[in-house]
């Protein structure tokens, strides 16, 4: 009977023992299929996961491949354009060269016009002087003369003989200062001719921009000593030096003439009346 009881209660044991094992089993077994189900929603979702990555992946190679390719079209346009500038600036640099070089060379023919011009003008105004001075010589011969023949005319008031030649002496001397007065008046002619047209010439080669500070120019005296008749006159009958020059040697041939003629004339007074230069002494 104990061996009985002990074999039932070992029976028991195992009953409860296999109980206990079979709900482990149970148990284990719903966990294995709990944690299957999880495995493979984890691999659903990696799957996803990864395959949404390899879509961002992709999409971020194509945009970064459309920037790569915007960025290279962006920087070949700069370079072309950088380079069609540079063939313009170098064109522009060219073409400024030649125009410094084709500036240079008309200022340096302006300067060389500049003090040809000046020298003619120095000259014209050396023949102006010599021709004023052989027009002083001129008048102050003709001034003698006309003394000389009022002396004569009161000399010779008293002869009848003589008074015809009298007469035509005082006419030939009003002639002669009738003549000198045409020559100066063809002097001051001159005179302002020469000076306009060297002040107009002196104008176009020195800008009135460039010497305002420096003062009134040589061009701009000589204008001031005119008056309008003067200017209006010649700016109708423009001439240039060489034919002022011409001009001038013109009337100093006159003058040259008329001195002779005088002297001729006081050759003659006193060749044929000697007794006016006591009677002019005296006076």
């Known amino acids: 009977m104990p061996q009985v009881q002990m074999i039932q209660e070992q029976m028991d044991a195992l009953a409860d023992t296999k109980s206990v094992g079979e709900e482990r089993y149970a148990r284990a077994k719903q966990e294995n299929a709990t944690l299957q189900a999880r495995i493979l929603m984890l691999e659903e979702a990696a799957k996803d996961a990864e395959t949404r990555a390899e879509e961002r992946l992709q999409a971020e190679q194509r945009r970064h491949r459309e920037l790569a390719c915007r960025l290279e079209r962006e920087r070949q346009l700069q370079l072309e354009n950088y380079g069609i500038k540079l063939q313009a600036a170098e064109v522009d640099n060219s073409s400024l060269r030649e125009e410094i070089a084709r500036v240079r060379?008309?200022?340096?023919?302006?300067?060389?016009?500049?003090?040809?011009?000046?020298?003619?003008?120095?000259?014209?105004?050396?023949?102006?002087?010599?021709?004023?001075?052989?027009?002083?010589?001129?008048?102050?011969?003709?001034?003698?003369?006309?003394?000389?023949?009022?002396?004569?005319?009161?000399?010779?008031?008293?002869?009848?003989?003589?008074?015809?030649?009298?007469?035509?002496?005082?006419?030939?001397?009003?002639?002669?200062?009738?003549?000198?007065?045409?020559?100066?008046?063809?002097?001051?002619?001159?005179?302002?001719?020469?000076?306009?047209?060297?002040?107009?010439?002196?104008?176009?080669?020195?800008?009135?921009?460039?010497?305002?500070?420096?003062?009134?120019?040589?061009?701009?005296?000589?204008?001031?000593?005119?008056?309008?008749?003067?200017?209006?006159?010649?700016?109708?009958?423009?001439?240039?030096?060489?034919?002022?020059?011409?001009?001038?040697?013109?009337?100093?041939?006159v003058n040259t003439q008329l001195r002779t003629y005088i002297d001729g004339i006081l050759l003659n007074i006193v060749e044929n009346y000697p007794q006016l230069l006591e009677v002019k002494q005296t006076h």
Do not use: W, Y
């Open 105 to 253: 060379e008309q200022l340096e023919r302006a300067r060389a016009d500049k003090t040809r011009l000046e020298n003619d003008l120095r000259e014209a105004r050396r023949e102006v002087d010599g021709a004023r001075e052989s027009e002083r010589h001129a008048i102050s011969r003709t001034n003698e003369a006309h003394h000389m023949l009022d002396a004569m005319r009161e000399e010779l008031s008293l002869r009848s003989e003589d008074q015809q030649r009298i007469e035509e002496l005082v006419q030939q001397v009003a002639q002669l200062q009738a003549r000198n007065k045409s020559l100066e008046e063809s002097r001051d002619e001159l005179q302002a001719a020469a000076a306009l047209q060297a002040g107009r010439e002196l104008l176009m080669l020195n800008p009135c921009n460039n010497n305002a500070e420096k003062g009134p120019s040589l061009a701009v005296e000589l204008l001031a000593g005119m008056n309008p008749d003067q200017i209006d006159g010649e700016f109708n009958e423009p001439c240039t030096i060489a034919e002022l020059r011409q001009a001038l040697k013109e009337q100093q041939e």
